[in-house]
């Protein structure tokens, strides 16, 4: 079993940076992606940014050039650098790893961390 802890949501105005990050733990061989996705009331979960193992890094375009993901490898931890925040940026974000337990395949989520911009 793979566990994720998220942290670093909160209340930020317009403009301002969080930064939040997820650690794994648990049982596994090897963490191919992490990323971060994000959901609305209402709406559909999307995808924010991922990163592989190989720091290949993928945006959603209504966030490309404002945020940043990284990743420690050796600490089987995503973080993601939110700048320049909007009010549509509001969410809950969910932090997701995707990897092997010596074998079989494995996806996994976080709880969950809020994020509020206000305007």
């Known amino acids: 079993q793979v566990q994720l802890v998220e942290s670093g949501g909160g209340l930020v105005q317009a403009g301002g940076s969080l930064r939040l990050s997820c650690a794994a733990s648990?049982?596994?061989?090897?963490?191919?992606?992490m990323g971060w996705y994000r959901q609305t009331p209402g709406e559909e979960r999307e995808l924010v940014a991922t990163?592989?193992?190989?720091?290949?890094?993928r945006y959603a375009d209504s966030v490309k050039g404002r945020f940043t993901i990284s990743r420690d490898n050796a600490k089987n931890t995503v973080y993601l650098q939110m700048d320049s925040l909007k009010p549509e940026d509001t969410a809950v974000y969910y932090c997701?790893?995707?990897?092997?337990?010596?074998?079989?395949?494995?996806?996994?989520w976080g709880q969950g961390t809020q994020v509020t911009v206000s305007s």
């Open positions: 648990g049982s596994f061989s090897s963490i191919t992606a």
């Open positions: 997701n790893a995707a990897g092997r337990r010596w074998g079989p395949t494995f996806t996994s």
């Open positions: 990163i592989t193992s190989g720091v290949n890094t």
